[in-house]
């Protein structure tokens, strides 16, 4: 029960620390300059569909999953095509980009290198051959009878035609001035501050973040203070709690930032931030499920990737890539560390690399659960494709590729 019991309160201070706050940063990055253009990046995307794919495969490659998160609500509202969610999916980094980076730079090159071009390719080929959700979903009506409805998200058209999100009445922008002030309801007032609150407290997580990466991503005790592992460990948990209530609670008084409602553009400052903390509360939400679903599942039936990796042999590029299938950053991350060790090739971790979704596929699947599946299955077919082939055309790109001494 004690192990338990540790299980759920690391994972909840380490998920808000080691991906919310990146994802707050990239999100917010990408909001205000939607903000000062005026949504004119939008518009670019729905102007250019050809252009698309690769526009994805560069969100995909920031370090992290802030970019590729960006990408999924595009998709929800008809932005972007299925293809381009494929492309932004394989060419994700994930949080197991610093790690590689920091220990391996030029396999890290390599690596991210083919997951870009392969994912863009694999992306165009989607898109040009119809493979997206209504096609799979005729597929299985013919062969196994009725399937589920396809929703008009699902099937790749836009929920709403391009530009025009049905209206909703709109939050105020600004809170805190007199008039608007006066006229909010006791659970808005509480909302708002629980939102700007949380605000300073991802900017407390970021630097630990950063701080964790710095020190080469070491076990950090559970401590409250003014130290780097009380700083952790209070911004982790404070953050993961406030990021429940806008979840949970908040967004139904102050919801504008639900990634359904991917916006077009901002009416002011404070508007950008609130949506990029609503937005990444949703994600903070399932990255939580899915450590703890992670951890205990290592804990109740005994799995070990790495053991499980080391005896691969030369299955371990299908192994990498079939590993990329589950969602998060966790077990890459181990993955990822045992590629510096020297227990797995060159080619596993490009097919890993390739096949993993990180946290990005969390915002489709809470929208968009079908759409979800089909796109992790999709990534991992040009994973398989890739390893093996440099599995056996590079023989040389083996063992300790790339890895400084």
């Not at 997206?132 to 058209?157: L, M």
């Not at 209070?234 to 908040?250: D, I, N």
Request: hydrophobic content about 50%; some cysteine; overall charge negative.
């Amino acid at each position: 029960m004690e192990q338990l019991l540790d299980i759920l309160v690391f994972s909840v201070r380490d998920g808000f620390v080691q991906v919310s706050a990146f994802v707050a940063l990239t999100v917010l990055v990408f909001s205000y300059i939607q903000y000062r253009s005026d949504g004119r990046i939008i518009r670019f995307l729905e102007q250019n569909q050809r252009l698309q794919p690769v526009a994805g495969g560069l969100l995909g490659l920031v370090p992290g999953c802030g970019g590729a998160i960006v990408a999924m609500p595009l998709y929800v509202r008809g932005t972007i095509s299925f293809g381009t969610v494929v492309a932004t999916l394989c060419a994700t980094a994930g949080d197991s980009a610093f790690v590689i980076l920091a220990v391996a730079p030029e396999a890290a090159i390599w690596a991210y290198g083919l997951a870009f071009v392969s994912g863009v390719l694999f992306g165009y080929m989607v898109d040009a051959w119809g493979l997206g959700v209504d096609r799979v979903d005729r597929a299985i009506t013919k062969v196994g009878g009725p399937a589920c409805q396809t929703s008009s998200v699902a099937s790749g058209e836009p929920s709403v035609p391009p530009g025009d999100i049905p209206s909703r009445p709109d939050p105020p922008s600004a809170p805190f001035s007199a008039d608007e002030g006066a006229s909010m309801t006791p659970m808005e007032r509480v909302s708002h501050i629980a939102h700007i609150v949380w605000w300073v407290v991802a900017a407390f997580a970021l630097y630990a973040g950063v701080q964790y990466l710095i020190l080469g991503a070491p076990e950090v005790e559970l401590a409250f203070g003014l130290s780097f592992s009380g700083i952790f460990t209070v911004a982790g948990l404070v953050g993961t709690t406030l990021s429940f209530f806008l979840y949970f609670v908040g967004r139904r008084f102050i919801g504008q930032g639900e990634s359904e409602r991917i916006r077009e553009d901002f009416t002011s400052s404070y508007d950008t931030f609130l949506h990029t903390a609503l937005e990444t509360s949703m994600v903070t939400v399932w990255v939580i499920a899915a450590y703890l679903i992670y951890e205990y599942s290592m804990v109740v039936f005994g799995l070990d990737i790495r053991t499980l990796s080391e005896a691969a042999g030369l299955l371990a590029p299908l192994a990498g890539a079939l590993l990329g299938l589950v969602p998060g950053c966790g077990p890459q991350i181990v993955f990822t560390g045992i590629y510096a060790e020297g227990g797995i090739p060159f080619s596993a971790l490009v097919g890993n690399a390739i096949s993993q979704d990180g946290d990005a596929l969390f915002p489709l699947m809470a929208i968009d659960m079908k759409a979800a599946i089909i796109a992790t299955i999709y990534t991992t077919v040009p994973a398989i494709v890739v390893s093996f082939l440099l599995f056996y055309l590079w023989p040389f790109a083996d063992y300790g590729f790339g890895v400084l001494k």
